[in-house]
């Protein structure tokens, strides 16, 4: 490597500020467009404000959550079909803090790479801006890491960072018993859970990403991206209605590890697992795979990504009003005595 006529610089050791720079003027409108009350300044300060008091909150708890998208990211880098990746680091964690009873305040990401492709991550972090507008959360600030020898070959990572808020006292899960109804929300795929197991389907059958979906349109890869539901304006128009006890996002650990985590000691969720049909995603996973019912049901959503319970005399209204709101909902079973999830029916 030749060095500059005054030795070498920091761009020749592998790290561009001049890319880093276009990029902040490249995402900065589609972060303009995630502005919402309570937002202060814009991105390219020490650090991100927001006035919660602007935002309409008088005695605030402020919920936080973080997470990836694991080895969905995988198939990203291979594919080159970034657009989406950001929608699911959205939802994983703004998913996650609706459960808590918490509206989506603002949100950071990390993106961490060993050479900064300006258009990649750009078309990255408008995914994130995406999911943020979709959810109502303001796109606030991040970094961007440019880390040549800790990266290779076009890989990069992703995290995610959000802050939000609730009025003291509305926290859940809140008031959960015997009796109460679960309504599934329709996932729309696998969302961000069980990449590794499903990359070893994919190897075992034999397709490559770029081969026709066998349970889809469009190609494998294609059909494997599809972006994690965001479910946060939906479920924050039932908790404002009244009477929901508790929400479960179907995350990782499926069907069988996320219910019994907003109940208390001495209850337990009964499913029933005929009430809904498994998607085709999940039925060719578990026929390439001779996958277990049981096991399928701790390591996906089988198409459920989000449980309400709720009481069961305001079910028909909390129902209505979620399809109003373009949820397909399913009365996939109640709260009883008991622990853990009891299962009925078949979904294989």
């Known amino acids: ?18 890319a880093g720079n276009a990029l902040v003027e490249r995402i900065k409108p589609a972060a303009k467009r995630t ?50 990746i950001g929608v699911d680091l959205v939802a994983m964690c703004v998913n996650d803090q609706v459960c808590q009873g918490a509206e989506p305040l603002f949100f950071l990401d990390y993106f961490a790479t060993g050479k900064l492709e300006v258009d990649q991550a750009a078309r990255i972090i408008e995914g994130i801006a995406a999911g943020c507008e979709a959810s109502g959360c303001a796109l606030i600030g991040g970094e961007t890491a440019e880390m040549p020898g800790m990266y290779h070959g076009g890989d990069f990572d992703l995290a995610g960072f959000a802050v939000g808020a609730m009025e003291r006292g509305g926290e859940l899960p809140s008031g959960v018993r015997e009796g109460d109804v679960l309504l ?16 070893k389907v994919v190897e075992l059958s034999g397709l490559g990403w770029d081969a026709p979906s066998p349970f889809s349109e469009g190609t494998l890869g294609a059909a494997l991206l599809t972006p994690t539901r965001l479910y946060v304006r939906q479920v924050l128009a039932a908790l404002r209605a009244g009477g929901v006890h ?7 650990g499926g069907l069988t590890e996320n219910p019994p985590r907003v109940l208390p000691e001495g209850l337990a969720c009964e499913i029933n697992l005929s009430s809904w049909a498994l998607p085709p995603v999940f039925r ?27 009481a069961e005399e305001q079910t028909d209204a909390i129902t209505a009003l979620l ?13 009883v005595t008991g622990a853990g999830v009891h299962y009925s029916g078949r979904l294989l």
């Open 1 to 18: 490597m030749a060095l500059g006529q005054n030795g070498l610089t920091y761009a020749e050791a592998g790290v561009d500020i001049d």
């Open 35 to 84: 502005m919402r009350s309570g937002t202060m300044g814009g991105l390219g300060g020490f650090g991100a404000l927001f006035d919660l008091k602007a935002a309409g909150y008088h005695d605030p708890v402020l919920v936080a959550a973080t997470d990836g998208v694991g080895t969905k990211l995988r198939i990203a880098i291979d594919t080159g079909m970034v657009d989406t």
């Open 284 to 310: 060719w996973l578990a026929e390439t795979a001779g996958m277990a019912e049981a096991e399928l049901l701790k390591t996906f959503n089988c198409g459920i990504g989000m449980i309400v319970v709720v």
């Open 246 to 252: 508790a929400l479960a996002h179907i995350t990782g």
């Open 323 to 335: 399809q109003a709101d373009g949820e397909t909902v399913t009365r996939i079973g109640r709260v």
């Open 184 to 199: 599934g929300l329709a996932s729309n795929g696998l969302h961000s859970n069980g990449y590794s197991f499903v990359r």
